[in-house]
């Protein structure tokens, strides 16, 4: 069975900064598209920053600049650094992933709160 682990959320002061991380667990072969996403309270759940098998990667615009994602393939992980962060960032976090196990399904992690205070 497939899970993920996110970790790193924390409450830190604007113009701060935290990195996130997502492993990934059981019986995988490979993954594609690795993701972050966010919901704030009252928000539908947003992208935030996706990264291919390639290495392609694709930013919202409000985190562009701000925001780096990465990811070892060797560690089944992904990274969210965030930078610069505002109080508008405040939301949980959440990872997802495309995994090649023995079918090829989207998968999400649990969550992890990131508040910005001003």
């Known amino acids: 069975q497939v899970q993920l682990v996110e970790s790193g959320g924390d409450l830190v002061q604007a113009g701060g900064s935290l990195r996130l991380s997502c492993a990934a667990s059981g019986r995988i072969f490979g993954i594609n598209d690795m993701g972050w996403y966010r919901q704030a309270p009252g928000k539908q759940r947003e992208l935030v920053a996706a990264i291919t098998r390639r290495g392609n990667t694709n930013y919202a615009d409000s985190v562009v600049g701000r925001f780096t994602i990465s990811r070892d393939d060797a560690k089944n992980t992904v990274y969210l650094q965030m930078n610069s962060l505002k109080p508008e960032d405040t939301a949980v976090y959440y990872c997802?992933?495309?995994?090649?196990?023995?079918?090829?399904?989207?998968?999400w992690g649990q969550g992890t709160q990131v508040t910005v205070s001003s």
């Open positions: 997802k992933m495309k995994i090649i196990a023995y079918t090829i399904d989207d998968y």
